[in-house]
């Protein structure tokens, strides 16, 4: 069984991966030792937030580990890709 793969996956797995050429600039934005926000600027223009969390907050959209967000598609845009969460990694066994 083949996963489909999605447009913004360029994104999420070149900062999972660490992929440095993909990207043009990395701003820390927040980090300690529970917490850690960065913002991934690519070679297309786009802007990706990515948030780790060590444990779930109390609200419904803080209950993940691992947060990637298109802060700002790219430019030019093909793709039509819009803003928003593009993929939330959860606590738990094998969660991806």
């Not at 991966?17 to 926000?37: A, H, L, N």
């Amino acid at each position: 069984m083949s996963k489909k793969i999605s447009d913004t996956d360029i994104y999420v797995n070149s900062i999972i991966e660490d992929v440095q050429t993909r990207f043009v600039s990395e701003e820390t934005i927040k980090y300690s030792d529970t917490e850690i926000e960065r913002n991934y600027e690519f070679e297309d223009g786009a802007i990706v937030r990515y948030e780790w969390r060590s444990g779930p907050g109390k609200a419904a959209d803080e209950k993940y580990n691992h947060r990637f967000t298109l802060s700002s598609p790219p430019k030019p845009n093909p793709k039509k890709l819009k803003k928003g969460v593009i993929r939330m990694i959860g606590f738990g066994k094998n969660a991806r």
